[in-house]
Nanobody, 123 residues
């Protein structure tokens, strides 16, 4: 079981980044996928999720209208397009997979986790 997040970096406020999460076929197939983030001194929080095979994208209120989650099942890859970034979006972003069906937003509902990629938004 492997998840690998990438695409983080330093960007100015108002800019964009695209995160990717590669997974093994066994982890990706028939799994819901999600993005979480953790800022320094804060708890890990839900950002966005998408069910298998690709319906029901759902978002935290703080990112609605700015972030878009998508998955490419043929490539076992999930994406998070982040636009209009704000300094408060600064965090380590983690991708995760869940075997549970339906919309899942809780950390404990996800079984598999990637190592995280750092996103820093400067003001």
């Amino acid at each position: 079981v492997q998840l690998q997040a990438s695409g983080g970096g330093l960007v100015q406020a108002g800019g964009s980044l695209r995160l990717s999460c590669g997974a093994s076929r066994r982890t990706f197939n028939r799994h819901g996928m999600g993005w979480f983030r953790q800022a320094p001194g804060e708890e890990r929080e839900f950002v966005a999720g998408i069910t298998w095979p690709g319906g029901s994208p759902h978002y935290a209120d703080s990112v609605k209208g700015r972030f878009t989650i998508a998955r490419d099942n043929a490539r076992n890859t999930m994406f998070l397009q982040m636009n209009s970034l704000k300094p408060e979006d600064t965090a380590v972003y983690y991708c995760a997979a869940t075997e549970r069906l339906g919309v899942r937003t809780g950390r404990d509902e996800y079984t598999y986790w990637g190592q995280g990629t750092l996103v820093t938004v400067s003001s």
